[in-house]
């Protein structure tokens, strides 16, 4: 079955120190991942994808993100958190039988000042 | 230019009754889902629809659910007979689609409906 996970409900960084959200996904062929974000009482971002090409992807707000094949992961990461990137993120995953978008359930990142 | 917006923005309706929310999505965008995000939670997929091709209805939670969608613009999704449960904010998004799903969503800013 195609599936994306997120193994954590919810991670807490230091303001200043890099943070790592995780996504593993299991799709047959080639993987298309996004993720995105979602502030406090605000809509859906998107941040990033990976379609082809160079494994390491570089979004907005200064995240990126690694395609890992042979692990089948696509972190989110970012090398110094600011506490205004405290909100909820989703890893998704591209179905290809049908195209359709597969959300994990979502991170709740806190970044603690 | 214009994003995904979606109508109304709050819906108060007592249990039973029926309620229809709408979803205007990005001109040109042949993709639009439904999802539900109940208070706190993350997406729960509802429906797809993609071009001409007939929907992907498999996250629909009960036959009191229903969507339809006019060619590639106005999609209304229709809770009948609501119940409390039902309480959630409803969000649409819509994507270029086509070229194997490599576009990404971009979302409305919800229906928050209460069921009373």
């Known amino acids: 079955a195609q599936s994306v996970a997120q193994p954590e409900d919810q991670v807490n960084v230091a303001e200043g120190n890099p943070l790592t959200v995780k996504c593993t996904y299991s799709?047959?062929?080639?993987?298309?991942l996004f993720w995105y974000v979602q502030y406090p009482n605000r809509g859906l971002q998107f941040l990033l994808k990976y379609i082809t090409g160079d494994n390491l992807v570089k979004g907005s707000y200064g995240f990126e993100a690694e395609f890992n094949k042979s692990q089948t992961s696509f972190h989110l990461k970012k090398p110094s958190a600011l506490v205004s990137d405290s909100a909820l993120y989703f890893c998704a995953v591209r179905d290809p039988r049908n195209d359709k978008i597969i959300f994990g359930k979502g991170t709740r990142l806190h970044i603690l000042p | 230019g214009a994003g995904v917006s979606q109508s109304p923005s709050n819906k108060v309706t007592e249990k039973g009754k029926d309620v229809e929310l709408r979803c205007d999505p990005i001109?040109?965008?042949?993709?639009l889902y439904w999802y539900r995000q109940r208070l706190g939670q993350g997406l729960e997929f509802l429906i797809y629809f993609q071009g001409n091709s007939a929907p992907d209805k498999s996250g629909l939670p009960s036959d009191r659910f229903s969507a339809e969608r006019t060619g590639e613009s106005v999609s209304t999704l229709t809770i009948q007979r609501t119940q409390q449960e039902d309480s959630a904010v409803y969000l649409c998004a819509s994507s270029l689609g086509g070229s194997g799903g490599l576009h990404e969503q971009y979302f409305g800013p919800g229906t928050r409906l209460t069921v009373t």
């Open positions: 799709v047959s062929g080639n993987p298309y």
């Open positions: 001109s040109g965008h042949t993709a």
